[in-house]
């Protein structure tokens, strides 16, 4: 019933950033939790970040934390990705989750709804 859609991928220098953008069709949106998940080329799809139905609960992983920021505005249906001080490292494509829980979640598992992904590549 819902469709996630990402944007704002790209080549970026490493140090430099990029802004992803998430949107969502339906209504119930501001009562989704949502996710950030990244998979690199050989390599599983892993959570980078997290964000409550209110937006006012955040939760990163180690690798990112301090630089990249989740956030969303409901009345757009729209999450962000803010990252910052990109490195080689974080070249993967980029998917956005969303799922009725209120708090998000760090597991693959808790989401129904994935966007197609976007892709990003940062050069050394």
């Known amino acids: 019933q819902v469709q996630l859609v990402e944007s704002g991928g790209g080549l970026v220098q490493a140090g430099g950033s990029l802004r992803l953008s998430c949107v969502a069709s339906?209504?119930?949106?501001?009562?989704?939790?949502m996710g950030w998940f990244r998979q690199a080329p050989g390599k599983e799809r892993e959570f980078i970040a997290r964000i409550s139905w209110t937006g006012g609960s955040t939760y990163y992983a180690d690798s990112v934390k301090g630089r990249f920021t989740i956030s969303r505005d409901n009345a757009k249906s729209t999450m962000y990705l803010q990252m910052n001080s990109l490195n080689p490292e974080d070249t993967a494509v980029y998917y956005c989750?969303?799922?009725?829980?209120?708090?998000?979640?760090?597991?693959?598992?808790?989401?129904?709804?994935w966007g197609q992904g976007t892709q990003v590549t940062v050069s050394s």
């Open positions: 989750a969303g799922d009725r829980v209120p708090f998000g979640s760090n597991q693959q598992g808790e989401y129904a709804y």
């Open positions: 339906g209504r119930t949106f501001r009562r989704y939790g």
